[in-house]
């Protein structure tokens, strides 16, 4: 296993939530890195990447409210979830390609990524 999602968990409409990613044997300063997400019944579905030299992409149905960061002490790649909606519950993956084989800027379809993670699920209450 390459990469670890953590952070996932319940929390409530409106709240925040903070979703990691580490990675054990890739490093991750030379890799972009998406977050994805699928809800049950749902298509995955991509929210969000980084570059490796920092650029992001966001999909609309999250921009201003969620977030991507790398931490390169930890060699991961966190996921700030702010102002939750109830469209947001769902198993959130992260991905992971090489940045000198992946023409930045970095895309949001699942294939593009080689190596991915087992998914965290976030929930969301009233």
């Known amino acids: 296993v390459q990469l670890v999602e953590s952070g996932g968990g319940l929390v409530q409409y409106g709240g925040s939530l903070r979703l990691s990613c580490a990675a054990s044997?890739?490093?991750?300063?030379?890799?972009?890195v998406a977050w994805f997400r699928q809800a049950p019944g749902k298509a995955r579905e991509g929210i969000l990447c980084m570059t490796s030299n920092g650029s992001s992409t966001y999909t609309d149905s999250v921009k201003g409210r969620f977030t991507i960061s790398r931490d390169n002490v930890k060699n991961a790649v966190d996921l700030q979830l702010n102002s939750l909606k109830p469209e947001d519950p769902a198993v959130y993956y992260c991905?992971?390609?090489?940045?000198?084989?992946?023409?930045?800027?970095?895309?949001?379809?699942?294939?593009?990524?080689?190596?991915w993670g087992q998914g965290t699920p976030v929930t969301v209450s009233s």
């Open positions: 991905a992971a390609h090489a940045a000198r084989v992946l023409p930045a800027p970095c895309p949001l379809f699942d294939t593009a990524y080689a190596v």
């Open positions: 044997t890739l490093i991750l300063d030379y890799y972009h």
